[in-house]
């Protein structure tokens, strides 16, 4: 019975086999080269595409400025309504307005004020009135209040649909409800957009009257949320402080809120999707080199291949040789493939003013996709060239 060659004879046949062809072995390692170079360097490109997107995505559609702030009891700073004010006066501001929770834990909420064994707890919010628009709270039932009630320090409130059903507010005829046990009269009832749950089931009320009506010191300082034309948020976070208080710029610090985080990660998954789909069909041409090279080198080699058949080879040293030889060609690909990949990725970012991002991950699976792609290429030349006759190969 004949015995199969000894797995490092097979290794060793397979890389004279190579180095005697260094023209085709070269033609092969450079179409894996390719392939791996666009998967690799796709998936880090595609990392700087989604980051650029996303960056320039925010730029124009985050239309939400929050003014945080930064001091508070220092002899300039200025009350966030008349600071609002100011800043309503920039281009690009639709809305600006005082914006804050009275405390940071729920407040107990009732229709009676002998009620108040079974209150319904929830967050309780000061907020100007353009504060409501900014934040696009839409008023379903009612109204919400105007300059006049905050002016006045009107005991009124705006409460979410859900606390209202919570408290049987089912007809709206100005029912007066009470807040930790002061009372107040709810003029329209909202829903919220999906980028405000923390507004879901709250009561919101004028600043001026969470000043009249409860203990002050209890307050967090209020912010300002400033609603902006689209594109307009990047100027308004630059001149909104300065607008906000002349004489101490640094009283509020503004920031842009975010675009929706699913959406965000909606653009990143599209972009990486549609590259990486290109990338894999540069591996598959790579691949598609690999056999057919090998196949071509099958057809050259049979001369050889009866030779060793006729001299005691088996089938499957002969099938080991072919695929150790592809494995070899993908592995020198996969490693030549990943440098280009590190190479053509940053210098494109760069090119384009992008942050370069590098994959560890996909560098380090860049050689074990050259010999995937190297073996699965060998398969049909391998199999072809272990059920040759030797008998019909010498007689050729």
Sequence with gaps: MKRGMPARDVIAEAIRALRGRPLGALLATGAVALGVAGIVGTVMVSAGVSR???????????????????????????DADTASTHISALNGVEHAGAWGRLTTDQIPITRLAADSERPVYAHTF????????????????????????????????????????????????????????????????????????????AVIIPPSTASALFDVEDRHPLSIVVRTQAGAAASVVNEAPVA????????????????????????????????????????????FGIG??????????MPEIGVRRATGATRSAIAGQFLVESAVLGLIGGLVGAWVAVVGATVTQLALGWTPVAEPLALLMAPLLGIASGVLAGLIPARRASRMNPADVLRM
């Design 126 to 201: 000061a907020a100007g009135p353009a504060a409501i628009d900014a934040y696009q709270l839409e008023i379903v039932s009612g109204r919400h209040y105007d300059d006049g009630h905050q002016d006045a320090g009107s005991p009124v409130a705006v409460v979410h649909s859900r606390l209202a059903a919570d408290l049987g507010i089912t007809e709206f005829t100005d029912p007066m409800i009470f807040v930790d046990e002061v009372p107040v009269t709810v003029i329209g009832t909202f829903v919220s957009p999906s980028d405000r749950p923390e507004t879901i089931g």
């Design 244 to 287: 906000a208080n002349p004489v101490n710029p640094d009283q509020y610090a503004a920031v842009v809120s975010a675009a929706p985080r699913q959406l965000r990660g909606q653009i990143e998954a599209n972009m990486r999707g549609l590259l990486l789909g290109i990338g894999a069909v540069a591996v598959a041409v790579g691949t």
């Design 52 to 78: 650029a997107v996303t960056a320039e995505f925010d730029a124009l559609n985050s239309t939400l400025v929050t003014m945080i702030p930064a001091t508070s009891g220092a002899p300039s700073d200025v």
């Design 292 to 301: 057919i090279s090998m196949t071509l080198n099958t057809t050259q080699r």
